[in-house]
């Protein structure tokens, strides 16, 4: 059922329509905080400055640097596009077809390929999200799902109740 909502826009419009109408615009322009559950760290890019194609997503220390924020936007099959407020770019399974799981999750140009899209899959918990990928079907995760350590890289995985595959998106 939660998976039939995301996949029709009700998971988004609940994330960007509902929390944005809460917020001032300009303090929504700043983009949301995607922070693990598990680790209570943030999803960023290595590094957190370069705006190439394929550098990897990790989990960094949630503060006020623009490349832990990030903006949702309206993808493709009902998912939205997860962009980098600093980079400019979107996340994405690296090479974006391959269903294996512990595949890095890279930065890529914002394009409408599927990979570039995610269904945010609610959890029942107030600003809590699986966030599936819509055209591998895998979930955002951090690298062996346990470390707290900064600078672990983010993989995609098997859509499972582990902790480490839930996400708070939030301002």
């Known amino acids: 059922m939660l998976r039939n909502l995301a996949r029709a826009g009700v998971a988004f419009a609940a994330v960007a329509g509902v929390a944005l109408a809460t917020v001032p615009a300009a303090q929504a322009s700043v983009g949301y905080y995607v922070q693990?559950?598990?680790?209570?760290?943030?999803?960023?890019?290595?590094?957190?400055v370069s705006t190439a194609n394929n550098v990897p997503a990790v989990q960094y220390y949630c503060d006020g640097h623009g490349s832990r924020r990030w903006t949702l936007a309206p993808g493709v099959g009902g998912g939205v596009k997860i962009q980098n407020v600093y980079t400019g770019?979107?996340?994405?399974?690296?090479?974006?077809?391959?269903t294996d799981?512990?595949?890095?999750?890279?930065?890529?140009?914002?394009d409408n390929h599927n990979s570039r899209s995610w269904y945010l899959n609610y959890t029942g918990t107030p600003g809590l999200y699986q966030l599936?990928?819509?055209?591998?079907?895998?979930?955002l995760t951090v690298s062996g799902g346990v470390s707290?350590?900064?600078?672990?890289?983010?993989?995609?995985?098997?859509?499972?109740?582990?902790?480490?595959?839930?996400?708070y998106v939030y301002l």
Do not use: E
Not at 132 to 139: A, L
Not at 159 to 166: E, F, I, L, T
């Open 89 to 98: 770019k979107c996340l994405t399974p690296a090479g974006g077809v391959s």
């Open 132 to 139: 599936q990928n819509v055209q591998t079907g895998k979930c």
């Open 101 to 110: 799981n512990n595949l890095a999750i890279v930065q890529f140009d914002c």
């Open 148 to 167: 707290t350590a900064p600078n672990v890289p983010l993989v995609q995985f098997t859509c499972d109740s582990h902790p480490s595959r839930a996400w």
């Open 36 to 48: 693990n559950q598990q680790t209570s760290l943030c999803a960023t890019i290595s590094g957190g």
